[in-house]
C-alpha cells in the first residue's frame, strides 16, 4: 500500500532574486558591442595650399570646441566638411557659437591662393554671427600635428 504524501515535497519553486551571476557578461558584451559600433568623426584634409607663418602657437582645445572653416580658391566654404554658400555661413555659425555658450574657436584654414575679398567676406559673416576667438590654420601648425602624431 502506497503512503500518502511519501514525505516528498516539489521543489521548484519559483526565486524572488534576480540571477546577477551572467550580468557582467552582459556588461561588457554591451560595452563592446558599443566600442566596435561607434565612428569617430575625422577631419578630411583638403588639397589645398596652406599659407606659411614664422611662428605658430597650438590650440589648446578639445576637438569638439573646434569649428573648421575650409575656405577654397574659388570661393567655396566647407564647415566640418559641409559645403556652404558665403552667405550661410553666418546662419550656420552663429547658432552652434551659441550653443556652446562662446567656447567654440573657429579654426580658418584657407588656401594660400584664395582672393583676400573671400578672406573679407568670411571674416565679415564670422563677426556677423559674434565670433570672438577666431584662428589661422597655417603650413607650420600643420607640421606641429603631424610631429605630435
Known sequence: MAIKGGGFQKSSKASSEIPSSSMAD????????????????????????WTEAE??????????????????????????????TMEQATTV???????????????VRGDREVPYR????????LVNAGVVRVVFATQLEQSMQRERR
Open 55 to 84: 611662428s605658430a602657437q597650438k590650440i589648446d582645445e578639445k576637438q569638439k570646441n573646434i569649428l573648421n572653416i575650409w575656405l577654397e580658391r574659388e570661393g567655396g566654404v566647407f564647415i566640418n566638411d559641409q559645403p556652404h
Open 118 to 125: 573671400y578672406m573679407d567676406q568670411l571674416q565679415t559673416a
Open 93 to 107: 555659425v552663429a547658432p552652434l557659437y551659441a550653443a556652446s555658450e562662446r567656447a567654440l574657436v573657429i579654426s
Open 26 to 49: 552582459i556588461a561588457f558584451l554591451l560595452l563592446i558591442f558599443f566600442m566596435v559600433t561607434t565612428v569617430f568623426q575625422r577631419d578630411r584634409d583638403r588639397p589645398i595650399e
